[in-house]
DNA sequence: AATTTCGGCAACCGCCGGTGT
DNA sequence: CACACCGGCGGTTGCCGAAAT
């Protein structure tokens, strides 16, 4: 027996809102926060089933949701995570804090799932389409590395979610002893909007940053680097891999049998910039994280590790950057990879995957025929 | 100018997991 | 333990404006 329609009451509205109506829910959540999204619409005057309500603030009243034209760097992260995650919209959203999972799925139906098909790359795997019929081992090497870098991911967010319950609830407590509503800081619809002139995503995102800082306090035993508060439009603090200034080896995965190297971060905490260093050295890492270890292969090449972290690992390297160091290292990244011409064929493979998605990315629509 | 087709997006639907009773 | 309720998620639908015919 499946639940009853939330919407089966007769005589409840459906389809468009209108701005009288925009107008009773935006005024009634802004004086009592949302509460209970059920017994809403009636407090607040409303014809509507409170799952209606909830999606109506959701995906386009709240205060923090930025509209509007993607950017290439937003399309670039969309098309990573997906690649890591699948048509997980929520989590993928989270990366993207002022985009709500509706408007990513749209975008991604109506725009980037077909740009990946007209240059060949099936939108769901993320491998050129002709790769189907590649070699088994090859298919097989490139699958377990995006299965790595899935698993990776998805412990992570398993433990982001964690914190950022953790820190609701921190934050639900804090409130209360205010005397508010309750709150709900990862929509922060319950809020009312008078009381939000911080806004939310960011206050979201340094939660959690500060909490994953904790976590890689406690197993490093170290600081953490920063430039998280630098202003990037698109910092993802949750993805950042809490380096320290005594540089700890970020995990890579999946090159091949080539010579291992350790790549490090060297940043400041106090000035937040920080760049990647390789040393190269025998043997193989192997990085434990999230109860799990990951096996690390990484090729001899200095420059060429500082450019496969950054495309397989684009959106953690990003993040960790001041805006001007981005701009910089996405400059050298495209200038290498336009003329890459190295590697083993497990890197040629992956570099030549991700150098798609790059190409893609910085394709603009309006310039491109291919679009 | 009228009609048809297409693309984009807001909104709905059904299912699922968590929680309270 | 069973059930009901609630919120969240992802897939899908349907409306509307733009473009094509």
Redesign the pocket.
């Known amino acids: 027996?499946?639940?009853?329609?939330?919407?089966e009451k007769v005589g409840l509205?459906?389809?468009?809102?209108t701005p009288e109506e925009?107008q009773k829910l935006l005024a009634y959540i802004e004086e009592h926060g949302?509460?209970?999204?059920?017994?809403?619409p009636a407090k607040a005057g409303l014809q509507?089933?409170?799952?209606?309500c909830?999606?109506?603030w959701?995906?386009?009243?709240r205060p923090d949701i930025k509209?509007?034209?993607f950017s290439l760097q937003e399309e670039q992260t969309i098309i990573q995570l997906h690649a890591l995650?699948?048509?997980?919209?929520?989590?993928?959203?989270?990366h993207l804090p002022k985009r709500?999972?509706?408007?990513i799925?749209?975008?991604w139906?109506?725009?980037l799932k077909?740009r990946l098909a007209k240059m060949g790359i099936d939108p769901v795997t993320h491998k050129p389409k002709s790769d189907a019929l590649s070699s088994v081992d090859g298919q097989s090497k490139t699958a377990a590395t995006l299965s790595h870098m899935a698993q990776w991911e998805s412990a992570r967010l398993e433990a982001e979610a964690r914190l950022v319950?953790e820190s609701k609830l921190r934050s639900s407590s804090f409130q209360q002893q205010l005397g508010s509503p309750a709150t709900?800081l990862?929509?922060t619809?319950a809020q009312p909007l008078n009381k939000t002139s911080a806004p939310p995503a960011s206050s979201l995102c340094l939660d959690v940053l500060k909490a994953w800082q904790g976590v890689w306090s406690k197993s490093t035993k170290s600081g953490l680097m920063s430039g998280i508060g630098s202003g990037l439009g698109l910092e993802s603090p949750t993805s950042t891999l809490s380096f320290s200034e005594n540089a700890v080896p970020i995990p890579s995965v999946g090159f091949g049998d080539n010579p291992t190297a350790t790549v490090e971060f060297v940043g400041s905490s106090s000035t937040g910039e920080g760049g990647l260093v390789v040393k190269e050295e025998g043997g193989e890492e192997d990085w434990k994280g999230f109860g799990k270890t990951i096996h690390i292969h990484l090729p001899e090449c200095k420059e060429r590790m500082e450019n496969s972290v950054t495309l397989m690992t684009g959106f953690h390297h990003d993040a960790v950057f001041t805006a001007e160091d981005q701009n910089s290292s996405e400059e050298s990244r495209d200038s290498d990879y336009a003329n890459g011409s190295h590697g083993t064929d497990d890197f040629e493979e992956n570099k030549n995957y991700w150098n798609n998605i790059l190409n893609l990315v910085n394709s603009s629509p309006s310039d491109s025929p291919v679009f």
């Open positions: 027996m499946g639940r009853s329609p939330c919407c509205k459906k389809g468009p809102w925009d949302h509460g209970s999204w059920r017994a809403l509507r089933c409170g799952k209606s909830r999606l109506r959701t995906n386009y009243l509209r509007g034209k995650l699948g048509n997980r919209w929520s989590a993928i959203a989270t709500t999972d509706n408007e799925k749209n975008y139906n109506t725009h077909k319950r709900d990862a929509s619809s």
